[in-house]
């Protein structure tokens, strides 16, 4: 069997670990081992971290979603409800940003909202 020599293999994956660690503290942006125990460590938390910041961009949306309808007398599962009920079909991601920056838009929303559950009770 031949001889293999793994010197341009083993730079080139050395080199592409190191690429990676560039910036990090102490040994681990340039000794190997620690190098890439820390990029290992660091691309795991990274794809662990692009899910959660679905879930926490989320819970800030609803959270001002929340304050913006009690500030017009309404709490927030009521609001969807309502506007489910007057079928304005509106993510909360849109909703939360009317919210901010449109506060009129969004009393007239919540108007519409409050309409059609009175309609639906009665």
Same mark, same amino acid.
Do not use: C
């Given at each position: 069997?031949?001889?293999? +020599?793994?010197?341009?293999?083993?730079?080139?994956?050395?080199?592409?670990? #190191?690429?990676? !660690? &560039?910036?990090?503290?102490? @040994? /681990?942006?340039a000794?190997?081992?620690?190098?890439?125990? $820390?990029?290992?460590?660091?691309?795991?938390?990274?794809?662990?971290?692009? &899910?959660?910041?679905?879930? *926490?961009?989320? +819970?800030?949306?609803?959270?001002?979603?929340?304050? !913006?309808?009690?500030?017009?007398? =309404?709490?927030?599962? $009521?609001?969807?409800?309502? #506007?489910? #009920?007057?079928? =304005? *079909? =509106?993510?909360?991601?849109?909703? @939360? *940003?009317?919210? =901010?920056?449109d506060?009129?838009?969004?009393?007239?929303?919540?108007?519409?909202?409050k /309409?059609?559950?009175?309609?639906?009770?009665?």
């Amino acid at each position: 069997m031949a001889r293999v +020599k793994r010197g341009y293999t083993k730079n080139r994956r050395r080199n592409r670990v #190191l690429k990676l !660690a &560039k910036g990090y503290f102490g @040994s /681990k942006h340039a000794l190997y081992r620690t190098a890439n125990e $820390q990029v290992m460590r660091s691309l795991r938390y990274a794809y662990r971290d692009r &899910k959660n910041l679905k879930r *926490e961009m989320r +819970k800030l949306w609803i959270a001002r979603i929340n304050a !913006a309808a009690h500030n017009n007398d =309404i709490n927030y599962s $009521q609001l969807m409800y309502g #506007l489910r #009920l007057a079928n =304005i *079909e =509106i993510n909360r991601k849109m909703l @939360s *940003e009317i919210a =901010i920056h449109d506060p009129k838009t969004f009393t007239t929303i919540v108007n519409r909202a409050k /309409k059609a559950i009175e309609k639906a009770s009665a």
